[in-house]
């Protein structure tokens, strides 16, 4: 009985979220392009030799697409723009992931526990989330990533992620210390339910739709960073490919617009992407929403 009920509880939401979409044409077709964008980008990239594709051949500096087998040409170290496309595609949205991961389980875990216990115990934890929100959270990722001898993507990640949860505690916090004080917490509690449980069973489920929401802004973000911070050149290190190496070559004038190859596809794929994810999570968003009005 109990297993028709969930099976009938996640068809339900299938069918909620299959509906969105059909209503909405526009994200239906981000949802297929992005699909198998993203499928290209991760399947192609396992037929690629990282350092084989970063290998410099200074004679086919800025080779024009179609020359060598190139089809996107080459860069100003004569590497296939093509194959550090797919590399740098795949690095700079599993740096985007991981980081978004790593903020959201640290930014809910302190969040929650803020809102649930309120009190001393929230008084305590936002004094501290006070403190980092007052730090110049960019500037110091750019500072460790510049004292680091030899920093690697999982160093990246783990920088990023040490500082841009705080926006997202700060959310969760303010949602769940008005969650904390409605009556279904109360009836946990009165039944002698542990925190724990009310915390991860029944407090942190009812907040789906706003981490939804959230996951989604961090991860268009933390893209967006991470190419940010590569074509300033505080990135990745130059030996990993990244969408935003790419981009930064139009920092040179003459590459700018004559050898539009070099940059533009980075362009317009880390465009895409980042717009395609929006589009998607807004549907899933308004999923969410309606399942939570409907219980």
Known sequence: MEKNMVA???????????????RDKWAL????????????????????????????????????????????????????V??????????????????????????????????????????????????MMTLPMLLLVIVIVSIIPHYTMMTFVLVMGAFYWVSTARLIRSKALSEARKDYISAAKTSGTSDLRIIFGELIPNLSSIIVVEAILSLTANIGIEVGLTFLGFGLPDSVPSLGTLISYAQDPDVLTAKFWVWLPASLLILFICVGISYVGNVVRRTLDARQRLG
């Open 29 to 80: 077709t981000c949802l297929v392009l992005l699909s198998i964008v993203l499928l290209t980008i991760f399947v192609w990239s396992l037929f690629l030799d990282q350092d084989k594709v970063m290998t410099v051949d200074i004679l086919r500096q800025y080779e024009r697409p179609g020359v060598d087998g190139m089809l996107l040409g080459a860069d100003q170290g004569g590497r296939d």
């Open 8 to 22: 009938q509880k996640d068809d339900s939401a299938f069918q909620m979220v299959k509906r969105e979409f059909l």
């Open 82 to 131: 093509l194959a550090m496309l797919i590399l740098g595609a795949k690095n700079s949205i599993m740096i985007g992931l991981a980081v978004t991961v790593l903020m959201l389980v640290i930014g809910i875990l302190f969040g929650v526990i803020a809102g649930y216990y309120g009190g001393i115990v929230d008084n305590l934890m936002m004094r501290f989330l006070d403190f």
